[in-house]
């Protein structure tokens, strides 16, 4: 049986009616209509899924819509201000950390997630948090250094 | 996943009359194992109950004797809590391991423990430590040394009106240390083909106190490795002693061959791993070893 939740997205509440078998990530998608939120394994090993909730990067994918009622989510779509891409996204555009483009959300919120909390990361702690996001195209190579320059000293403001 | 019933238990005492009134029903808490089960049909409960808002199970805590960790905590909240890195630092090693960023701001330290897959990171750790499971049923509690805890693949002590309070590991003495290693193909995100979890304890001459040796996805379920502890408690140890223990420890192993790996590579990868956190664990506890009380 559906039931009428609140889900805050992007700083938006949205009333949702949902079954309890449906996934945060169908509702955002299929609900609310906010695509960029990939699902690729469905299992929790790819990534593609990831959103911020609470300031912590989760895979959308395996946590029940009606358990994220009163929770802070950000997608993909939530990180554009005011028509401007948020400094990360636009470095992955600069740098072409991005080739067929399915795994750059759950990248670059991964990403948000550790720079929000860690300003200055190192290498090693930059590929320990883009671990659980599989990229097919790039190599990875280009993802981490990308992060690492646009985190490197005097890049304050990319996690403004 | 087949559709069902999703209740949120508030205290203790409404989860346990939540799973007496429910049939099938399965406790949720991180949900990144039971999830992939219910979309794979292998879990098909009438009812999940909700346990993340329960107090008690959001327990993380050192009191000086002991740790406690709720049950519903989250392994990033644990790993992020510096007495666990100082002080249960091979706990620290094991948990660090688990799944991905992502799995590990869900899933809990009583997840890990309750699905029993004999290839889990933290029970071999746990072992080492002599942690103990708290565990809550019709009106009473019992606690259960975590080597008596697990029964086989996916199947613990627990019965269907129980549920896991929390887990609580002894502060461990001066002068002892531990190391977990897995071997998994790839470094992260993967399941463990061995895992091997060493702690020593050593008195002031260096003579070793207390061994455990405990292994993973080298049996049904995590176990330790008796035999070659035995041979390395009251000694002074050395590099021989080590391999002979790490040996031993390989012959106490009884692997099965599976997707991940046959049962001989099994065998000698768990001699090498043993070796190492052994070594690991003895150079740290000659060194000082974990902060003393």
């Known amino acids: 049986m559906k039931k009428l939740i609140a889900l805050t997205v992007n700083g938006q509440v949205h009333e949702v009616a949902v079954e309890p078998r449906q996934t945060l990530l169908d509702a955002l998608r299929y609900d609310l209509g906010l695509t960029g939120t990939k699902e690729g394994c469905g299992t929790g090993n790819c990534g593609s899924c990831t959103v911020i909730m609470d300031g912590k990067a989760i895979n959308s994918c395996l946590v029940l819509a009606i358990d994220s009622e009163g929770n802070n989510i ?20 600069d740098e072409s950390a991005i080739q067929c483009g399915f795994c750059a959300p759950g990248m670059l919120l991964s990403a948000k997630a550790l720079i929000d909390v860690n300003h200055h990361p190192t290498e090693i702690e930059i590929r320990q948090a883009i671990a659980g996001n599989i990229c097919r195209c790039t190599g990875y190579d280009k993802i981490v250094r990308t992060i690492l320059k646009q985190t490197a000293t005097g890049k304050e403001q990319c996690h403004a | 996943m087949i559709d069902f019933q999703y209740l949120s238990a508030r205290s203790l005492s409404e989860a346990l009359s939540l799973l007496r009134e429910t049939k099938h029903s399965r406790l949720l808490a991180g949900g990144t194992d039971l999830i992939v089960q219910m979309k794979d049909r292998r879990a098909n409960p009438s009812a999940c109950i909700d346990v993340k808002k329960i107090q008690e199970l959001n327990r993380l805590e050192w009191d000086g004797n002991s740790l406690h960790i709720g049950a519903a905590v ?63 049923g019709n009106n009473s509690q019992r606690i259960l040394p975590m080597e008596k805890f697990f029964r086989g693949p996916g199947k613990t002590v627990m019965t269907a009106d129980e549920l896991l309070v929390e887990i609580e590991v002894p502060t461990p003495p001066p002068h002892s240390a531990g190391c977990y290693m897995r071997h998994t193909p790839r470094e992260e995100m993967d ?56 040996e031993q420890a390989s012959l106490e192993a009884r692997p099965i061959s599976d997707l991940r790996a046959s049962m001989e590579y099994r065998r000698e990868i768990v001699k090498v791993l043993a070796r190492r956190t052994l070594t690991n664990a003895w150079q740290a506890a000659s060194a000082g070893g974990v902060k003393s009380k």
């Open chain 2, 74 to 136: 989250p392994l990033a909240k644990i790993i992020a809590f510096n007495e666990v890195k100082n002080r249960f630092n091979i706990l620290y090693q094991a948990m660090s391991l688990i799944g991905s960023v992502q799995v590990r701001n869900r899933g809990t330290a009583g997840g890990n423990i309750c699905n029993a897959a004999p290839s889990a990171d933290s029970p071999p750790a746990l072992l080492c430590l002599g942690a103990r499971a708290v565990i809550a």
């Open chain 2, 191 to 246: 399941i463990a083909v061995a895992g091997v979890g060493s702690f020593l304890v050593l008195d002031e001459t260096g003579r070793c106190t207390q061994a455990r040796i405990a292994m993973g996805a080298m049996a049904p379920t995590p176990i330790r490795a008796i035999e070659a502890e035995a041979g390395l408690t009251g000694k002074v140890l050395n590099h021989d002693l080590l391999e002979k223990a790490a």
């Open chain 1, 74 to 93: 950000t997608t993909i779509e939530g990180l554009a201000q005011d028509g401007q891409l948020h400094p990360l996204q636009q470095a992955f555009i």
